[in-house]
C-alpha cells in the first residue's frame, strides 16, 4: 500500500530549496546508475531506425560522459550481456513457476502453451529487448551475444519439449520425437511472431490473435 508520509517528505524539501539558485543534481545511489544505463540502452533500441546504439549516444543520452559508462561497464557487450541476463532471468522465473508442479497430459500441453503466452508478452511489453532476443540489435555486436541469445531459445525449446513430451498421447509410437518437433515448431511460431514485431517497427503484436493461434498449435 502507498505510504501517504513518504509522498510528503519530497513536498516538505522542496519549498526549502525553491530560493537556490541552481538545482543541485543527485549522485546516484550505488548499484542505480548502472540500472540508468541499462534502462537508456533497452528505450534506445526501442527507436525506429536504430540499426546500432553507439556508447557516444548512449552517454549523451544520460548526460555523462562516456568514461562513467565504463565505471559500471567494461563494454558495450557487457551492458548487453546484463540485458540478457534480465530477459533470461524473467523469462525462466515465469518458466519454472508454470512447470513447477506435476500434471496430466492434457494440463502439461497448456503449459507449453503458457510457456510461448509468457515469452510473447515480455516481448510486447519490452520492444527494446525483443530486438536482442531475435537478434536484431546484435547484428554489429560481440558473436557471443548471438550465442547467448540462440542458447536462451535453445532452452525455450527444450522447457516446451519437456512438457510435450509428459503431455503425451499414449497413442504414438514415437513420443520422443513427436514432442520435439512440435517443441521445435512452437518455438519457430514465437520467434516469428517477435521478429515481426521488432521488423513492423513495433506496429504488429506479438500476442495479435494470439488464442487462435495457439488452438492451431495445440
Not at 43 to 62: H, I, K, S, W
Not at 104 to 112: F, G, I, N, P, W
Not at 173 to 198: E, I, N
Amino acid at each position: 500500500m502507498h505510504d501517504s508520509n513518504a509522498d510528503a517528505t519530497p513536498l516538505a524539501l522542496s519549498a526549502e530549496t525553491d530560493n537556490l539558485a541552481a538545482p543541485v543534481r543527485k549522485r546516484p545511489k550505488p548499484g542505480e546508475r548502472r540500472v540508468q544505463i541499462l534502462q537508456a540502452l533497452a528505450a534506445m533500441l526501442e527507436q525506429p531506425g536504430a540499426e546500432r546504439v553507439t556508447t557516444a549516444a548512449l552517454a549523451a543520452r544520460l548526460e555523462v560522459s562516456e568514461a562513467a559508462l565504463y565505471r559500471h561497464f567494461a563494454s558495450k557487450a557487457q551492458m548487453f550481456e546484463a540485458l540478457i541476463e534480465f530477459i533470461e532471468h524473467s523469462i525462466f522465473a515465469l518458466v519454472n513457476q508454470i512447470t513447477a508442479d506435476p500434471v496430466d497430459a492434457t494440463e502439461s500441453r497448456r503449459q507449453a502453451l503458457r510457456i510461448l503466452t509468457v515469452l510473447l508478452q515480455f516481448g510486447e511489453k519490452n520492444p527494446g529487448m525483443t530486438r536482442v532476443m531475435v537478434g536484431d540489435a546484435l547484428v554489429f555486436e560481440n558473436e557471443r551475444l548471438q550465442q547467448r541469445m540462440n542458447l536462451f531459445l535453445d532452452k525455450i525449446e527444450g522447457s516446451l519439449r519437456q512438457c510435450l513430451r509428459t503431455g503425451g498421447d499414449g497413442v504414438s509410437a514415437t513420443p520422443t520425437v513427436d514432442a520435439a518437433v512440435q517443441a521445435s515448431v512452437m518455438t519457430a511460431f514465437a520467434v516469428g511472431r517477435l521478429q515481426r514485431f521488432a521488423r513492423s517497427g513495433f506496429r504488429r503484436l506479438p500476442t495479435e490473435h494470439l488464442e487462435a493461434s495457439l488452438q492451431w498449435l495445440a
